[in-house]
């Protein structure tokens, strides 16, 4: 397992927008796929297309690529072609996985999304039975963590342990922790980013004044985030 801490400032020029961490964390992500020829691979959460595009920069070739995704302001901005496929929906409910059927061989993806899945073992159930290979990136309740620790609250998303737990229900998977770090020139920056990022819900649980509290205590000059990489083989024998 590796303890790198990858780091970033807000203000270089080519990180100036507002997901910096998700597009290092896809870009990291499709690097370990294999360099095969798949007949679909599905992204799910596939937001504005960060996958999809360095799929395109990669070995790793297809026929069909379905992008799917709850938001349709994501998916009108993901990319079109005639092989993607856009597919709106919820990862949360079951009438999703009735709705496709992957031909073989199909690889799952997802990056930066299922931290946000309600019922993890659910989500992950129905995706393993779709196929048999899958990655994942997965936001860890340590994302934020020096953050929620002053303001004495506790992380909305899962952690490394029952991430690793559950994904061990459904998948033999290696799993790889990567560290990052998000520089801001003010604190008042820094809470800006997490509002617009959409990365942790967790600063709603504060009113205006804990918020005001929070940014004149706040020790670090930057965010911490924290992804576990996942490589996963189904256990479901009737995966294809
Ligand atoms: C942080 S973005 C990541 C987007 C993209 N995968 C990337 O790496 O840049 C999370 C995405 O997951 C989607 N999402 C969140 N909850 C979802 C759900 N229940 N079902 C489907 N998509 C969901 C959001 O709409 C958003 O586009």
């Known amino acids: ?86 597919i709106c929906a919820d990862f949360n409910n ?55 620790q002053t303001a004495h609250i506790s992380s909305p998303i899962y952690s490394e342990d029952i991430l690793k737990t559950t994904i061990g229900k459904y998948y033999q998977a290696t799993f790889e922790l990567k560290k990052y770090r998000l520089y801001f020139e003010t604190v008042r920056e820094m809470f800006t980013y997490i509002k617009r990022s959409g990365v942790s819900g967790g600063e709603k649980q504060l009113t205006y004044k804990q918020t005001k509290q929070l940014m004149e205590t706040y020790p670090l000059d930057y965010l911490e985030f924290e992804v576990l990489f996942v490589k996963a083989t189904s256990l479901d024998i009737h995966s294809i």
């Not at 690097?31 to 799910?44: N, R």
């Not at 379905?66 to 994501?74: R, V």
């Not at 999304?113 to 993890?120: E, I, T």
Request: net charge negative; glycine share 2%.
């Open 94 to 148: 079951r009438k999703t996985f009735d709705t496709f059927s992957l031909a073989h061989p199909s690889l799952i993806l997802s990056s930066s999304a299922l931290q946000w899945s309600r019922d993890l073992d659910f989500t992950l159930s129905e995706i393993s039975k779709k196929a048999s290979h899958a990655y994942f990136a997965i936001f860890t309740s340590n994302t934020f963590k020096t953050l929620h």
């Open 1 to 86: 397992m590796s303890n790198v801490i990858q780091e970033f400032s807000r203000f270089a020029h080519a990180y100036d927008t507002y997901n910096v961490i998700q597009a290092e964390v896809a870009k990291a992500l499709v690097k370990q796929l294999p360099s095969s020829h798949y007949a679909t691979l599905l992204d799910i959460g596939c937001g504005s297309g960060e996958v999809y595009k360095n799929i395109e920069k990669n070995n790793c070739s297809f026929e069909h690529f379905i992008a799917l995704d709850s938001s349709p302001e994501m998916l009108e901005i993901h990319p079109s072609g005639e092989n993607i496929e856009k």
